[in-house]
Each structure stands twice: as C-alpha cells, then as structure tokens.
C-alpha cells in the first residue's frame, strides 16, 4: 500500500485552476474535486455540451471553454486570461488500438500531435510567462510510458516523452528559481474512462479473455474518482521529492 501523501488542500479555496479534458473521465473527476476544495475550475474540451453540463452540476465555480488544447493559442490564450494557480493537462486523444502492422503514420502519430503537443505548449508558456511562484502542472502521463502499450501505437512513446517535458519543466523553473512545480502523474489503465475502455478491450481479446478478467488480473481497477482525489493531493501541495508519481487504486507511488 503506498502511503498517502499529505494534503493542505486550504491553499486552493479562492484559487484558480484550469483543466484540460475536463469534459469527460479523469479530467471530469479532477475538475470536480477541485472545485470541491474550493477552486474556481476553467475546463477545457473541444465538444461545449458535456461542459456545459459540468457547468450546470458546478454552478459559477465552473467556466467551460470549448477549445482545442492542442493548439498554442489556445494555452497562451487561457494562461494570459486566467492565470492559473493549478494547471491540469489532463486532455489526451484515444488512441487507435492495433498491431504495428495496422497503423499508419497517421494512427501511431496522433498522441504525439495531441498530448505532447498539449504538454509541450502550456508548459513552455508556463515557464516563459512565467506561472506565479507556489503554482504547479500537473500533466497526465500513463503507466504505459513505464510498461510500453504495443496495441496503442504511439501512445506509450507519447506519454513518456510528456513525462519528460514535465521533468525537464521542473528542472528549468529550480534552475530560474520561478517556485513553480512540475509533476507528472501516469495512472495505470482502467475501463471507468472512455480511452481505457476501449483500450482493456483491446487487451481482453488479444489475451482472449473477457474485460473483467483482463482489468482484475493486474488488481484492483482505478476509478476516475480516485484520479481527482490523487491529482487534488498534489495539487493541494503534497509533492513529496517527486517529480512523477504511479497512480493506481492503492493510490500514489512516488517514481525516482
Ligand atoms: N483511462 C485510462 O486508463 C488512462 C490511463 C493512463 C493515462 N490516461 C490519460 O489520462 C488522460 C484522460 O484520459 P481519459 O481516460 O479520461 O480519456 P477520455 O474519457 O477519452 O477523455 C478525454 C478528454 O480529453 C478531451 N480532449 C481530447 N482531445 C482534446 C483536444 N485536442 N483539446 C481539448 N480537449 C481534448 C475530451 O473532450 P473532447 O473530445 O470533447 O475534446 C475529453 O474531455 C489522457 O491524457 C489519457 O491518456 C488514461
């Protein structure tokens, strides 16, 4: 069991956060636990509907902002307008799922055209504005960016490298001495969310078995719950040494 990070989750109450993907799966979670502690949540996603759902859940604590987050205007845009305190990349594209031999540069390559250029993006402006002192980023990475993930294409590559523009985000802002904290959190898969539904099936048929049996045979799944509540203790201010943490349902494991 890894042992709870400990939070001061007070620091956030008046803050403001901005989380990208927040329309659906962990990002939906992550913005709701924010806002639970106390932050004003900016959610970005390119589909408005499912956001302006969260925004009727949510109330005025909740701004939707229907944008690709992919885009460099778009991470210059909403830094410059709302100066975040926390700032969640949570967005990612969901990868085509198949064998090396069926992708085309186009399938392997997209999480790199989404996710690391999301992370490359916001980071680079986050260090170059720069953030205020005591903010922090927090960009999902995966468990795959570790174990590899031979059915998604790219998407395992893709991650490790948004693992490593956060360290190297982390590394440049000590060096500045900006007070800003990079850290990359890579959640193990689970069927809760849209993405990792379809890539558990993927893996359940692969290993002819059924999604239940694949998801139980490496323990218990995660939640998107579980999600926000570990990406809230972070953000809360438990960051440990640690500029990458694991994420499963024991909760948060501390990388080297
Ligand atoms: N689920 C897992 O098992 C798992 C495991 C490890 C890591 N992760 C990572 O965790 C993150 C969240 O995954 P999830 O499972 O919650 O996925 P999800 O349920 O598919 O949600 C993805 C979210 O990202 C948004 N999005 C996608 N492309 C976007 C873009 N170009 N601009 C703005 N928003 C965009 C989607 O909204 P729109 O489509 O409307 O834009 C949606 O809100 C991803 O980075 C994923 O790689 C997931």
Redesign the pocket.
């Known amino acids: 069991m890894n042992k709870p990070l400990q939070t001061h989750a007070d620091g956030l109450v008046g803050s403001t956060a901005i989380v990208?993907?927040?329309?659906?799966?962990?990002?939906?979670a992550i913005a709701k636990a924010l806002s639970s502690a106390g932050a004003h949540v900016v959610g970005?996603?390119?589909?408005p509907s499912?956001l302006d759902e969260l925004r009727d859940e949510l109330g005025d604590t909740f701004t939707a902002v229907a944008?690709?987050?992919?885009d460099p205007s778009t991470a210059s845009r909403l830094l410059d307008e709302y100066r975040p305190r926390t700032l969640v990349l949570?967005?990612?594209?969901?990868p085509q799922m198949g064998p090396l031999q069926d992708q085309t540069w186009e399938s392997f390559s997209q999480n790199w055209n989404?996710?690391v250029a999301q992370a490359f993006h916001w980071t680079r402006y986050a260090l170059r504005r720069p953030l205020a002192p005591e903010s922090v980023v927090i960009a999902?990475?995966?468990?795959?960016a570790v174990k590899g993930s031979p059915l998604s294409g790219g998407y395992a590559g893709a991650?490790a490298t948004v693992k490593f523009i956060t360290s190297y985000a982390a590394m440049e802002s000590q060096r500045a001495g900006l007070g800003i904290d990079f850290v990359s959190v890579l959640?193990?898969?689970?069927p809760?969310?849209?993405?990792?539904a379809k890539?558990a099936a993927a893996y359940a048929e692969r290993q002819g078995v059924d999604v239940d049996t694949f998801v139980t045979s490496s323990g218990p799944a995660l939640s998107?719950e579980q999600v926000g509540k570990s990406v809230l203790e972070i953000a809360g201010g438990a960051r440990g040494e640690h500029l990458a943490y694991l994420l499963t349902a024991s909760g948060l494991g501390g990388l080297a």
């Open positions: 990208t993907g927040a329309s659906r799966g962990f990002g939906r970005v996603a390119r589909g499912p944008a690709d987050a992919a949570c967005a990612g594209a969901a989404m996710d999902l990475s995966s468990g795959a991650k959640p193990q898969l689970t809760a969310t849209d993405l990792g890539a998107a």
